[in-house]
């Protein structure tokens, strides 16, 4: 699938999403937009529905991220070297049903907020930081002086029920995963995954 075949798929079932699981959440103007968005989508183009679409995502991760229901924790296998990079990759789950990164049980827990999200995706984000010359239709952000690119797609128009939603197909592939700047996240403590909470157990 061509990567702007996935942003529409990605806007218009984030929009689907909106109005079915957090229409409590909308006001009037948000609520029509995103209306409008799924009776007419070739009125517009993707990068102004971002636009538009970006401070409703914004505001539905605020309110999910303070209700206590998710964590979000990065597996990283060279924990141990406590080397601080630019960005940090962690899955986002349900506090009592989480998905670890490769079977890992050990890892980081975090704290976030949308500012911090450079991408999203419920599988893994194939994320690169590479040099500005290589800018391309797959780059989601910036960090120094250098691009993010996400080859599998990720976005920020996602919320967090999707993510952690059941509902993918493809079940080994699904890893939740976050793409953090670091800078701006908040690290809480060690994790270490009990089997009772183990996605699937």
């Not at 990079?85 to 949308?114: H, P, Q, R, W």
């Not at 691009?147 to 952690?164: C, D, E, F, H, K």
Request: contains cysteine; hydrophobic residues 35%; proline residues 1%.
């Amino acid at each position: 699938m061509k990567l702007v075949e996935i942003r529409k798929k990605q806007i218009l079932d984030l929009c689907k999403t909106l109005l079915e699981v957090y229409t409590s959440y909308l006001e009037r103007e948000e609520f029509e937009l995103i209306n409008g968005i799924l009776n007419d989508f070739s009125d517009e183009n993707i990068s102004l529905l971002e636009e538009k679409l970006l401070p409703i995502v914004s505001k539905i991760w605020q309110l999910e991220l303070a209700s206590g229901k998710y964590v979000v924790i990065s597996w990283n296998k060279y924990a141990k070297e406590k080397e601080k990079k630019a960005l940090t990759f962690a899955t986002i789950s349900k506090k009592d049903e989480v998905t670890s990164f490769c079977n890992l049980t050990e890892g980081t827990l975090y704290k976030i907020s949308f500012a911090s999200l450079v991408g999203a995706l419920d599988k893994d984000g194939a994320t690169l930081i590479e040099d500005a010359s290589k800018e391309n239709e797959f780059t989601i952000g910036t960090i120094d002086d250098k691009v993010i690119n996400s080859y599998n797609g990720a976005t920020r128009l996602i919320t967090p029920y999707q993510l952690v939603s059941s509902n993918n197909s493809d079940y080994k592939s699904k890893h939740n995963e976050l793409i953090l700047k670091t800078a701006l996240i908040e690290e809480v403590g060690p994790y270490t995954l009990d089997d009772n909470v183990r996605k699937g157990k």
